[in-house]
């Protein structure tokens, strides 16, 4: 069983930058391909990005291109996601998943960590 543990949320004004990590716990993290999806109140949990096995496939979703950047190292086991330029709509709980397959079928999520954007 592989377990995912987020880290790096917090509270952030709009404009600035904030870098979430996601640690395989059980698991060799070059054995997946990961992603990031999200959640705000009262909405579905939505894609965010991800990131092939070995890291040259990265995929984005329109409202973060531009802003976010997803990457990993294996070698450490964690995976990352460099958010930017945030917005109070980036405002949600993100989640960390991990899966197999093209395209990449999440089978195991992490607990989420809380990101706040204000103004």
């Known amino acids: 069983q592989v377990q995912l543990d987020e880290s790096g949320g917090g509270l952030v004004q709009a404009g600035g930058s904030l870098r979430l990590s996601c640690t395989t716990i059980?698991?060799?993290?070059?054995?997946?391909?990961m992603g990031w999806y999200r959640q705000a109140p009262g909405k579905e949990r939505e894609f965010v990005a991800s990131?092939?096995?070995?890291?040259?496939?990265?995929y984005y979703a329109k409202a973060v291109q531009g802003r976010f950047t997803i990457s990993r190292d294996n070698t450490a086991n964690t995976v990352y996601l460099q958010m930017n330029n945030l917005k109070l709509e980036d405002t949600a709980v993100y989640y960390c998943?991990?899966?197999?397959?093209?395209?990449?079928?999440?089978?195991?999520w992490g607990r989420g960590t809380q990101v706040t954007v204000s103004s």
């Open positions: 998943a991990a899966g197999v397959g093209v395209p990449i079928r999440f089978t195991f």
């Open positions: 990131i092939s096995q070995r890291g040259g496939g990265q």
């Open positions: 059980g698991g060799t993290l070059s054995a997946f391909g």
